[in-house]
Each structure stands twice: as structure tokens, then as C-alpha cells.
Nanobody, 126 residues
């Protein structure tokens, strides 16, 4: 498993943008990597997932506003978030797993598919 460290969270006004980054401690070429988010009292929910070939699936709530990208040379997964809304406020987590590729490809990925998690980065939209 790899260790993951997220960064880039912060506070923005509605309509603003943020870019999150997730750096892995090792090679993630053969990993599905994903973003989840969670607010207190609610379950962690899907945001975006990218399989090993770069196929990306997004939650309906963020389609057209969020874009995930991966730099394999730097073992980094990014999430560009535009047109942010108050309901995007959450703690955002990065996740990775080498066994989740099919789930990521078919769009069925979930929390249970991932063993490696970061500590989270807070996004607050007002």
C-alpha cells in the first residue's frame, strides 16, 4: 500500500475554485485513485475516480464542475474544482488501491474498494 497526503483545501466563496492535490509515497501506475468527501454525521461519498488507463468517473453532483487529473511521473492525483457551491463543503479524502481498477472503470467504486487513504483536506464554501 501507499501513503497518501492531500493538500490544497481552504475557504472560498460560492462560485470560486480550488485545486486539491494528493501525493502518493510510491508508484501508482497500476492503482485506481479516487477522491471522496465527508461532512460530519454523514457517510463518506464518492467524488471522482480514475482507473489505470485514465478513465475517470464522477459523481453526478460534481460533473461539469470538477476535473481529476493524474501525473504518474510525480505519483500525484489532482482535483480541479470550479464553480464551487456551499454543498461542496466537506473534508476531502484521496484514496488508492491496485485492486480497484475494474470498479473504477465501470463506475461502481466505493469506500470499500480502497485500502489506502489520506488524512483529508478541508474545503469550505460560503
Amino acid at each position: 500500500h501507499v501513503q497518501l497526503v492531500e493538500s490544497g483545501g481552504g475557504s472560498v466563496q460560492s462560485g470560486g475554485s480550488l485545486r486539491l492535490s494528493c501525493v502518493a509515497s510510491g508508484n501508482t501506475d497500476r492503482y485506481c485513485m479516487a477522491w471522496f468527501r465527508q461532512v460530519p454525521g454523514k457517510q463518506r461519498e464518492r467524488v471522482a475516480a480514475m482507473d489505470i488507463n485514465g478513465v475517470t468517473n464522477y459523481a453526478d453532483s460534481v460533473k461539469g464542475r470538477f476535473t481529476a487529473s493524474k501525473d504518474n511521473a510525480r505519483n500525484t492525483l489532482a482535483l480541479q474544482m470550479n464553480d464551487l457551491k456551499p454543498e461542496d463543503t466537506a473534508l476531502y479524502y484521496c484514496a488508492a488501491d491496485p485492486s480497484a481498477s475494474w470498479a473504477c472503470y465501470f463506475g461502481s467504486w466505493s469506500v470499500a474498494d480502497f485500502d489506502s487513504w489520506g488524512q483529508g483536506t478541508q474545503v469550505t464554501v460560503s
